[in-house]
């Protein structure tokens, strides 16, 4: 354990960032983070002898849950590097997932994440950072801040329709995405899982341009197949790409009731059972080729990917006939 700076060392580090006329007696010093609801903006918390300064906790970025506050993530500075950083502090949960009838129990692990981080830390396609213990042995993951939007809200963002999008721009993300399964791979090929693959789950850095997989402390315990669960994330992710966003059976009812009445239950999502996988039935000139993938992650599906490799190969196949 490296050793305690003083207070007053602290608040020399922290004052351009304090209140004017703060004193070092007035800061509040955490060394134990168990309690994360007790770790507010403007506290200190001190891990393995380095201060962090909490400016406030971040808010979650997914559909629907926009603003719901994640107590246990703070968005902090590193008072020795004067630099952004996300802390996740330690946080168990567990759920149990059932997707085309196999059951998967996810929970979070700390130390799932804390090793994922060491193994990828010289990766481009994932988030770097590094583990440090509290004074309780908490697993605290030290996030290198990533400046970009989630993959999900660039394609939502784009002001294309969908055929000058699929012929124009999909092919540039596919490109990018092919790279991001690339380095889910590579954790396969290691024995490790991402655990929550989601299109938010993917920042696309700003300053590099490449697109960067966040938040892997889920893990889940399986009995078919051990990395069925990612499997499904990513087919899931492709969906949302090729379709431009999800093609929703609500909307489709609006927009074009005819479509709607030639559906059929196998059309539609594994997963998400209101969106609509096959989505040759709504943009017909997407490739059989490309469209056979998607297939894998709809409800008639009969077969599913297991591994990585056959995921990339058709897609790798694919490509070609939307170029």
């Known amino acids: ?17 304090l209140a004017e006329g703060s004193r070092p007696q007035d800061l509040r010093i955490h060394t134990d983070t168990s309690d994360f609801f007790a770790l507010d903006a403007g506290d200190i918390m001190v891990l393995e002898g380095r201060p962090y300064l909490i400016r406030n906790s971040i808010r979650e970025g997914r559909f629907g849950l926009e603003d719901e506050i994640k107590h246990w ?7 020795e590097a004067g630099a952004m950083r996300i802390i996740k502090l330690v946080f168990y949960e567990r759920f149990t997932a059932t997707i085309g009838g196999i059951e998967f129990e996810c929970f979070r692990s700390p130390r799932k994440e804390a090793r994922i981080l060491d193994l990828v830390n010289d990766h481009p396609h994932f988030m770097h950072g590094r583990s440090a213990a509290d004074e309780k042995g908490n697993i605290v993951r030290v996030l290198e801040y990533i400046s970009g939007s989630s993959l999900a809200a660039h394609v939502a963002d784009l002001e294309q329709s ?13 490109e990018n995405y092919l790279r991001c399964i690339e380095a889910i791979r590579f954790l396969h090929d290691h024995g490790e899982k991402h655990g929550d693959i989601r299109r938010d789950h993917i920042l696309i850095d700003s300053d590099s341009g ?9 893990n889940y315990r399986h009995r078919e197949n051990i990395y069925g669960y990612d499997l499904f994330g990513l087919g899931n992710v492709l969906i949302y790409l090729v379709g431009k966003g999800d093609v929703l059976l609500p ?7 005819a479509l709607v009445s030639r559906l059929t239950d196998g059309d539609m999502n594994i997963v998400f059972h209101n969106r609509l996988a096959n989505l040759k039935k709504a943009y ?5 080729s490309l469209n056979r993938i998607l297939l ?28």
Do not use: C
């Open 251 to 257: 909307d489709l009812r609006l927009r074009d009731p």
């Open 162 to 174: 969908h055929e000058p999008y699929f012929y124009a721009t999909l092919p540039g993300i596919l």
């Open 210 to 218: 490449q697109y960067r997989w966040i938040d892997f402390d889920y």
């Open 73 to 79: 993530v703070k968005r902090s500075v590193d008072l």
């Open 284 to 288: 017909a000139y997407i490739p059989d």
């Open 1 to 17: 354990m490296e050793s305690m700076p003083s207070r007053v060392q602290i608040h020399q580090l922290a004052a351009r960032w």
């Open 296 to 323: 894998h992650f709809s409800r008639g599906a009969n077969w599913f990917y297991e591994e990585t490799p056959q995921l990339l190969q058709d897609l790798h196949e694919a490509r070609a006939d939307i170029r």
